[in-house]
């Protein structure tokens, strides 16, 4: 008995990896990244410590004087640095010319000294004369520090006298990394932009799912019921198609159908209406488009569950109900509906799940367009996190959002595994015991 | 018994004598490049490297060294596409060792590590460097640092449809006067509102196509801001006016409304655009100088000069007439092998020289990178690029290096889209950018 509960666990071993991999890593990174403000510029492995003037900007109206002092760049010909160029195992008339001629003078920039250093008559060459530059290099501006300890040792070496609060201060502000925070979330529930998301991801996922997902695979459903064999299994391999064609092609598809050159416009062209690009041309027919596109894609699903459900239905209800002088519409109505009911809630719990996540048809098809009008939150989340014209992608935002669109899904998991009653299901049966 | 190990060990010793000196003699660099928005006119952007890779094979072998350089190329159509797996690739330590990407990538991606400098690998007071225009070297720098290397120039101008323009009643001397007439501020937003409804008006060309800008998000939409009065950086910090951006907002809220551009331009499939704007089917419509290549090369304009006049972005209320320029840029990515990433700095160095530039510059109808590439009688014998060059690069301005300023363009660009297609109000549009600044960008930012 324990043998085989140590086998049982072995045996699962496997798909516990996968699932702790692919199924909770996931989940889990997105939250650990929702609560930062991570994006392409803070980069995602952390950062560095870097007084550049860019962050100076920020220290002047914290720590005015100090800042004032950073902004110098000084490279100062001293001894120091002459030793060191010493050391770097260049001609030996290198650093004892500098020594001659140039001890003890301040340049302002790099460029500068660079000069002075090219200008020597045994001229370095283009590498020499950057580690050269660099052995005289006073000033903390553009150097980019790994650790706080670096930056704050290079401040004490430059002779900066900063107390404990002041340069904890000046780590703080010239971090390029990303940190800790919670602004993502206020950012979503104060965004206008985002409560129009929000609804819209609503719309998209109430319309797709009662017209085609749920309501047109049903009719479907019911319509092959009542047809000879043959014709019924034609039928929904046609409504297949649009779910097994890759979506690129399908959607493409779709967009020859409603371009201003495509077969919409040319049919209404003979009717003497100029042609327009009817996909985008208003926020309603965008909508209505990509809730086509979408439920085309999604009833043959339900179609088939129903389909299948239908066929176990025994054939005596039906042959009973015509001896008895039913019409179809009452069959539908007392006999199949009835029995549908656990088929039509498993559909509906498992099409909005998919529906909150799928974003990729509208993608393609209007891109969230027009003027944001058919942007759902799984979209905007792609967007935001990965897809930008500027390439700064806002990991953070877009973690953020992502989690919310997660905490739907499990919540409304949960729900749905209480309305079908989950533990029933699953509880063990009577006869084992 | 001896002879055995001793054998041995003269053979291994003559192994790694050979294996040494053969690493001394032949040296075998492989150097990816990737580069965005690359069509097929933009080929000189990879290809120039390979180009400067066989000079500095060349030069080696003068010093006596055997060096092998394997350039491995990699263009992407899209913009977004490249960025996304470029970045992706760098905090992956898989970047390609050179990079062509637009100027404004260097902010983020400086500050996050992904690039170094390259001002650290190569003389900037050398010949072809020290040649380029100072304006475009600064653009391409950051936080007072030469990041990049220019890799082309451009500017973003407005086109006109010539046979439309004389049929609303411009003579063949007022066309020729309308490029100075745009840059005196006497040909304004305004009166192009009224040309492109005239021209509608007449029958000339279609509802919404009067005037038919970018279908897409771009650098193409800071210079109506500009021309309205709007700055976009001031001493280091983004700068949201309030006044100029709802001028902005105004100007395309009101092009819909008059009818003269559609409600759903934005978004539509770029090759329609494209055939259209070369088949006469517009009637104004701004983009960029590299359109002439493409309008030339694939979408069969024969004759460019004989339809299309070109000008500054004009003026609006507030404003001055303006372009921009967008230089791509040779950047240098973060983590790899020091003297790969020193032969990198020096194949771009060597790409820069202005023959090898003009040949980009030509194919591709971008403009030159230095003073002496105008002189090269290649370059200057184009009528495109000489007229271009002349007429619009001294008015040319940037978009700022800063690392926020993707997060402005998104919030900017998405209310321009929603009060363009009536999704908001103008007002609302602008009330709504400046609340999301606010909460986003914080002191970051100066809203006015």
Not at chain 1, 89 to 100: K, N
Not at chain 1, 112 to 127: C, F, G, N, Q
Not at chain 2, 199 to 213: A, R
Request: aromatic share 12%; net charge negative; glycine share 8%.
């Amino acid at each position: 008995m324990k043998s085989s509960r140590t086998l049982g666990l072995v045996m699962i071993a496997p798909a516990s990896v996968m699932i702790v991999l692919f199924f909770l890593m996931p989940v889990v990174l997105t939250a650990v990244f929702s609560m930062t403000n991570m994006t392409t510029a803070t980069g995602i492995s952390g950062g560095v410590y870097q007084i550049a003037p860019n962050s100076l900007i920020a220290l002047k109206s914290a720590l005015p004087e100090i800042a004032t002092e950073m902004a110098e760049p000084r490279y100062t010909i001293d001894e120091a640095g002459l030793k060191a160029v010493e050391g770097l195992g260049l001609a030996p008339g290198i650093a004892a010319e500098l020594r001659a001629k140039h001890a003890g003078e301040v340049f302002p920039a790099r460029r500068d000294v660079e000069r002075m250093i090219k200008d020597l008559a045994e001229r370095p060459s283009t590498r020499e004369v950057k580690q050269i530059s660099e052995q005289f290099n006073r000033s903390v501006l553009n150097t980019r520090f790994d650790s706080k300890e670096q930056l704050f040792s290079a401040l004490d070496d430059l002779g900066f006298k900063l107390t404990p609060e002041q340069k904890e201060t000046v780590a703080k502000i010239t971090y390029t990394g990303w940190t800790w925070t919670t602004d993502n979330f206020s950012r979503m529930a104060s965004s206008p932009d985002m409560a129009r998301v929000l609804f819209n991801t609503v719309l998209y996922v109430a319309l797709v799912l009662t017209l085609f997902n749920v309501g047109y695979a049903l009719l479907l459903a019911i319509w092959t019921h009542y047809m000879p064999p043959t014709p019924a299994s034609i039928f929904r391999g046609i409504w297949l198609l649009p779910r097994i064609t890759p979506v690129v092609i399908y959607v493409l598809l779709w967009k020859w159908l409603a371009w201003d050159s495509g077969f919409i416009s040319i049919l209404m062209g003979k009717f003497g209406y100029p042609p327009k690009n009817y996909l985008l041309d208003t926020a309603y027919n965008a909508w209505f488009f990509v809730v086509l596109i979408n439920g085309f894609i999604g009833a043959s699903m339900g179609m088939l569950v129903f389909s299948s459900a239908m066929k176990a239905i025994p054939k005596s209800q039906f042959y009973a109900s015509e001896v008895d002088g039913a019409s179809r519409w009452q069959q539908i109505r007392y006999i199949i509906l009835p029995q549908m009911r656990w088929p039509i809630l498993f559909v509906t719990c498992y099409q909005t799940l998919s529906l909150l996540a799928s974003f990729n048809e509208i993608l393609l098809a209007t891109n969230g367009g027009p003027g944001n009008a058919t942007e759902v939150w799984a979209l905007a989340a792609y967007h935001t996190a990965l897809r930008n014209y500027a390439g700064n992608l806002e990991y953070g935002l877009g973690a953020a959002m992502a989690l919310v669109l997660v905490v739907i899904g499990v919540m409304l998991s949960l729900v749905y595994l209480r309305v079908f009653n989950y533990g029933t299901l699953v509880a063990k049966p009577l006869i084992e015991d | 018994m001896t002879i055995l190990p001793t054998l041995k060990s003269l053979t291994i010793a003559a192994a790694i004598l050979a294996s040494s000196s053969a690493i001394v003699l032949a040296k075998d660099v492989h150097i990816s490049v990737w580069a965005g928005g690359t069509g097929p006119n933009d080929v000189y952007r990879l290809d120039a490297i390979e180009i400067a890779a066989q000079q500095l094979q060349r030069e080696a072998a003068l010093k006596g060294e055997d060096l092998k350089i394997t350039v491995e190329k990699k263009p992407y159509s899209a913009w977004e596409d490249f960025k996304q797996a470029l970045t992706l690739a760098a905090e992956a330590k898989t970047a390609p060792n050179i990079v062509v990407s637009g100027h404004e990538d260097i902010a983020p991606w400086s500050q996050a590590g992904l690039i170094v400098p390259i001002e650290d690998y190569v003389d900037l007071d050398s010949w072809p460097l020290s040649d380029i225009y100072e304006n475009l070297l600064k653009i391409a720098s950051y936080n007072g640092t030469v990041y990049g290397i220019p890799q082309d120039a451009e500017s973003r101008p407005m086109f006109f449809w010539k046979p439309y323009m004389k049929a609303i009643g411009y003579s063949d001397a007022d066309l020729d006067a309308l490029p100075q007439s745009v840059q005196d501020g006497k040909y304004t937003m305004k009166n192009l509102l009224e040309d492109a409804k005239k021209m509608q008006d007449k029958g000339l060309v279609q509802p919404g196509y009067g005037f038919y800008p970018r279908t897409s998000n771009g650098p193409d939409y800071w210079q109506f801001y500009t021309s309205f009065g709007g700055t976009m950086e001031e001493g280091g910090k983004l700068v949201f006016d309030k006044a100029a951006m709802t001028r902005t907002y105004q100007f395309f809220a009101d092009a819909v409304k008059s009818g003269v551009t559609k409600k759903n331009h934005i978004g539509m499939p770029g090759d329609q655009w494209w055939k259209e704007v070369a088949t006469g089917k517009a009637g104004i419509w701004d983009g960029g100088t590299w359109h002439y290549a493409r309008l030339v090369n694939q979408e069969g304009l024969k004759d460019f000069f004989g339809n299309v006049i070109f000008t500054l972005i004009p003026a609006g209320e507030g404003g001055k007439a303006n372009t921009l320029t967008h230089p791509l840029v040779y950047l240098l990515t973060a983590g790899h092998d020091q003297e790969d990433t020193e032969i990198a700095a020096q194949l771009v160095k060597i790409a820069s020289e202005p023959r090898t530039n003009a040949l980009h510059a030509v194919k591709s109808a971008h403009l030159g990178i230095s003073k002496s590439e105008s002189t090269v009688d290649f370059y200057s014998a184009d009528r495109w690029t000489r007229e271009a060059t002349e007429r619009l690069l001294p008015h040319a301005n940037a978009m700022p290096n800063n690392s926020d300023f993707g997060t402005y363009w998104n919030i900017m660009w998405k209310n321009l889209e929603a009060s363009w297609t009536g999704a908001k109000t103008v007002d609302a549009a602008i009330g709504d950018a400046e609340s999301e600044l606010k909460s986003t960008l914080g002191d970051k930012i100066v809203i006015r």
